[in-house]
């Protein structure tokens, strides 16, 4: 049985004086009332170590863009007609294996069978260089793959000209 994956608590870094030496510190403190009782809920008080795996999280307009980018190719690549734009990102994935879990298992008698599973491109999933990175992958490998006669970043610019979904 999988464990469920808590709610992360977000931070902000403020510089603060601490009390016991008089000296400026860096501090992470919590981004608003949600997260300040998330921590209490946790019973985290002060004075106490914690452990934490720190990310920063994405900025919104780089999943805006993922998506376009999955959009512009449903829109305009043979096969992908049917998928929706965070669909059309999960087959560009799973084609590529580019941000993928990739498992090799020997089958006696047949060989090794290839399994590639993408990776979540959610927001506490993947941090903004990762991300980053990711999309701008995904754009070489259509160029490569689909788009012969444009560059990546042709393909970038194609997606930064996309209208918002539904925008008014």
Request: proline share 5%.
């Amino acid at each position: 049985m999988s464990k469920t994956k808590r709610q992360p608590i977000y931070l902000r870094t403020r510089r603060l004086i601490d009390p016991a030496t008089g000296q400026e510190v860096s501090a992470l403190v919590p981004a608003g009332a949600a997260d300040a009782e998330m921590i209490r809920e946790r019973g985290i008080t002060i004075g106490q170590m914690i452990r934490a795996d720190l990310t920063k999280p994405r900025n919104p307009e780089f999943h805006r863009l993922a998506h376009a980018l999955g959009d512009l190719v449903r829109k305009n690549i043979e096969g992908y007609e049917e998928c929706s734009a965070h669909g059309a990102i999960k087959r560009l994935q799973e084609q590529s294996g580019i941000g993928c879990e990739i498992t090799r298992t020997e089958i006696p008698g047949v060989g090794v069978l290839v399994s590639k599973q993408p990776r979540s491109i959610a927001y506490d999933s993947m941090d903004q260089g990762e991300f980053f990175e990711l999309v701008r992958s995904l754009c070489r490998f259509i160029t490569e793959r689909y788009w012969p006669q444009c560059t990546a970043e042709e393909v970038e610019q194609m997606v930064e000209l996309m209208p918002l979904e539904g925008a008014a």
